[in-house]
C-alpha cells in the first residue's frame, strides 16, 4: 500500500477532535482526507451504503477528475475497445 492509511474508526476518533481542518488552496476543510482522482466511485458507493454515504461522508472533498494548467488526451472510457497499445 501507498501512503498513510487509516481504518475508518480511527478516523472518526480524529476528526471528532475538530483539530484537523486545513486550508486548501482557499478552502477550509473539516479534516485533510479527500480522494485521488479516479478511484472512488460514487454511483456505485452510494448504491452499496445507501444514505449512510451522505451522513457520513469519508472525505472532506471529492476529486471526480484531474485539472491540468494544459489539456491532455486522458485516458478512454471503460470498455471503448481503446488500449494504450493502440
Known sequence: MEGPVLR??????????????VDFC?????HPVINASGTFDAIAARRAFGEQLIERFPFAA??????????RQGNPPPGC??????
Open 62 to 71: 471529492f476529486v471526480s477528475k484531474t485539472v491540468t494548467l494544459a489539456p
Open 8 to 21: 475508518a474508526s480511527e478516523l472518526e476518533d480524529l476528526t471528532g477532535a475538530g483539530t484537523l481542518s
Open 81 to 86: 475497445g481503446s488500449s494504450p497499445a493502440d
Open 26 to 30: 482557499g478552502v477550509e476543510l473539516a
